[in-house]
């Protein structure tokens, strides 16, 4: 079972589900913490525990490089999210990997660069057969696919290419 996560200050997108299917989607909104980094992690940490039943492999999307539009508090919480995966990932034994967001990018929109309007980042991945509610899901459903194409190239052909091509005939 593959855990895609897509970590943002505010909420984290999840796609969950093994590389051929099923996939399940879903959002958690992080719990206000000011700049109380520490209580951040905790919870995060205590909530992300909680998904891994069956997980084998982890996921999350490569944060962008500071430098761009995200401010300090921003950078920290989304650096320290990072950490807190990679920490209970190894905790419980399972390995875990950075997606690319430009390769994911590229994978789901056709190009990289800057994220779409919201409208076309739900309509793209539900031409790949998933059912997202919001950009973060989208965005996890971007990180499954990157890691399926990479991880699991027979699954990603078989199943993935095929919803696609069905979906655009």
């Known amino acids: 079972m593959l855990l895609a996560l897509d970590q943002s200050s505010t909420r984290t997108g999840v796609c969950k589900g093994r ?4 996939v399940s989607l879903y959002s958690f909104k992080l719990p206000a913490c000011g700049e109380d980094y520490g209580l951040a992690a905790r919870n995060y940490g205590a909530w992300l525990s909680k998904q891994l039943e069956g997980v084998e492999v982890i996921a999350y999307e ?3 490089r500071p430098g761009g539009k995200l401010n300090l508090h921003t950078l920290r919480l989304i650096y320290g999210l990072c950490m807190k995966i990679e920490e209970v990932a190894l905790t419980h034994g399972i390995p875990c ?3 690319d967001n430009q390769k994911i990018k590229a994978l789901l929109y056709g190009k990289g660069g800057k994220k779409p309007p919201t409208s076309v980042q739900v309509k793209c991945p539900r031409r790949w057969g998933f059912d997202v509610g919001n950009g973060d899901e989208a965005d996890a459903a971007g990180v499954f696919l990157l890691t399926c194409q990479h991880r699991f190239p027979k699954a990603f ?3 993935w290419i095929r919803n696609r091509a069905g979906a655009l005939v």
């Open 62 to 64: 490569k944060p962008c």
């Open 157 to 159: 052909d078989n199943v």
């Open 97 to 99: 990997l950075e997606a």
């Open 19 to 22: 590389p051929e299917g099923p």
